[in-house]
């Protein structure tokens, strides 16, 4: 019954979220502000996690298979495939859901509990349409960027690790990053990074613009966006895949 | 002028508000008062519409706001100004983009004419030169003073104030309480103010709506307040020891007991 309210609720703030903004100029203004706070200030960690990440697959799989019937090449398209297919978008997303979502949590739920929504209502302003639709637009046009940014720098960490400790030369790597190369999967990839992006802003505006109480209360909804928005992410994880690969 | 009728308001099983009924006139300072949970902020944002009513009805003048619309609602809440407890001023905006930003939302004036509203207003406040400091930056009667200027920023017909003096000096209280009821009487607002400090009773109070136990208890002027005979306004305005003095000619007078109605 909790379980079905609480969709339920989800679905009416959606539908007030999702309204004509009062004033095109300052919506847009919003999103600009959006796309920094919440994408720009975001490349750094997605930055340094997927070239860590693309150097720890290269040398977990160079390891795992030490076999002279397999080709060295295999190091470069495993590495590709790991990051574009799951890294990239869906592992990037969890993380984002932890940087991203209960940054949006509190800031709203800050913002709730002292009042500021109340004012924006009292002001005839549809206070959900306008916290929310931005940091969810935002999200969805810069997150793509960020999954493309992952991509170039986990090929790119799996390189330089192949580089310096020898396991693979470049020539071996960049043969089986090209090798058998699926354009559809950057799609793919980008397809989910979206819906990702709207799962995280959406569910973690959500639980910081219900939140009722102080402080304390304010912590519980950002703690509530980041597992919410991340058993989301998986979930919606596998519903993608199987839509779009099968 | 707002009038409430018959207003219920309840929280699950609990009965916040029982059939209260007032009418707030305009160009005069309306003081809701009562003790912390007797239900005065309950009413005062059951009228702004924060919070739905289970019974009665709400007029502004002559419009019946239960039953307007959302879009008219919204209209409506144009003409009305808040000052909250705690300002609720915007974290991440400058003073001046505070007070600009309901002409922002729904004017459609130059950017200039815009900052020389804000402007206009921030100096009606005693808030001059602050234009660019943040809340963060600001005292509590500051923000209060600012919260005033955004809420003054439309022209407002209605002014709603909560509990304005919470966490001020009496100094500072007095000075907020003089700057509500000048603009109040300056621009002919209808300003209802929700307060529990005796101070602004009776420094600004020009009709007075005592609220106990979620009921409307008594009405009537700040001079009526001194000389009532109801029991529970008495122990509400007579709660300090300098009160009960004048009052009785003993300060050790005790309090009634609180007996729930409820």
Redesign the interface.
């Known amino acids: 019954m909790g379980l079905f309210h609480t969709i339920g609720m989800y679905v009416l703030f959606m539908g007030k979220v999702f309204k004509r903004p009062?004033?095109g100029w300052?919506f847009y203004r919003e999103v600009v502000k959006e796309i920094e706070k919440l994408g720009l200030n975001s490349i750094g960690i997605v930055a340094i996690i997927s070239a860590f990440t693309g150097a720890v697959i290269t040398m977990q799989t160079s390891y795992n298979i030490e076999n002279p019937f397999l080709p060295s090449y295999l190091i470069g398209v495993t590495a590709r495939d790991t990051i574009l297919l799951e890294f990239s978008s869906t592992i990037v997303a969890l993380i984002l859901a932890g940087k991203v979502g209960s940054n949006i949590a509190s800031e709203i739920g800050?913002?709730r509990v002292?009042?500021?929504i109340?004012?924006l209502?009292?002001?005839?302003?549809?206070s959900a349409n306008h916290l929310v639709l931005p940091k969810i637009v935002g999200s969805m046009l810069f997150n793509p960027l960020l999954c493309i940014l992952s991509i170039a720098v986990g090929i790119l960490g799996g390189w330089m690790v192949g580089l310096f400790t020898g396991i693979i030369t470049t020539q071996n790597y960049l043969e089986g990053v090209l090798y058998a190369f699926v354009p559809y999967y950057v799609t793919y990839a980008i397809i989910k990074t979206v819906a990702f992006a709207f799962i995280i802003t959406s569910i973690s505006a959500f639980y910081g613009y219900h939140v009722s109480g102080g402080s304390l209360e304010v912590g519980q909804s950002s703690t509530k966006a980041v597992v919410y928005s991340s058993v989301n992410v998986l979930l919606f994880n596998v519903i993608l895949t199987q839509l779009l690969l099968s | 002028m707002i009038r409430v009728v018959n207003v219920s308001k309840s929280f699950a099983d609990r009965t916040v508000l029982h059939n209260v009924s007032a009418e707030f006139e305009q160009g005069k300072t309306n003081l809701i008062i009562g003790r912390s949970g007797s239900g005065k902020t309950v009413l005062l944002k059951s009228i702004v519409g924060l919070h739905d009513i289970d019974e009665g009805d709400i007029y502004y003048g002559d419009i019946h706001f239960n039953s307007l619309s959302f879009n008219e609602k919204k209209n409506l809440r144009q003409q009305v100004g808040m000052l909250f407890q705690g300002s609720a001023l915007f974290d991440s905006a400058s003073v001046e983009e505070n007070v600009i930003y309901p002409m922002d939302m729904f004017t459609n004036l130059s950017k200039k004419e815009k900052v020389d509203r804000a402007d206009f207003c921030l100096k009606r406040v005693g808030m001059e030169n602050t234009n660019n400091l943040y809340p963060s930056e600001l005292s509590g009667g500051m923000k209060k003073r600012v919260a005033i200027a955004r809420a003054i920023a439309l022209n407002p017909s209605f002014l709603f104030c909560d509990e304005p003096n919470s966490g001020l000096d009496p100094l500072t209280s007095i000075m907020i309480d003089e700057l509500i009821k000048e603009i109040t009487e300056e621009y002919g607002i209808t300003t209802i103010v929700n307060t529990h400090d005796m101070n602004s009773v009776m420094g600004i109070g020009d009709k007075i709506i005592f609220i106990h136990d979620g009921r409307k208890w008594w009405e009537g002027t700040k001079e009526e307040v001194l000389t009532s005979d109801n029991a529970e306004l008495n122990d509400f305005v007579f709660a300090s020891k300098l009160a009960k003095q004048i009052r009785y000619g003993n300060a050790n007078q005790p309090i009634r007991p609180y007996i729930s109605l409820g």
């Open positions: 009062e004033k300052i800050t913002m002292t009042e500021q109340d004012a209502e009292i002001m005839g302003v549809n």
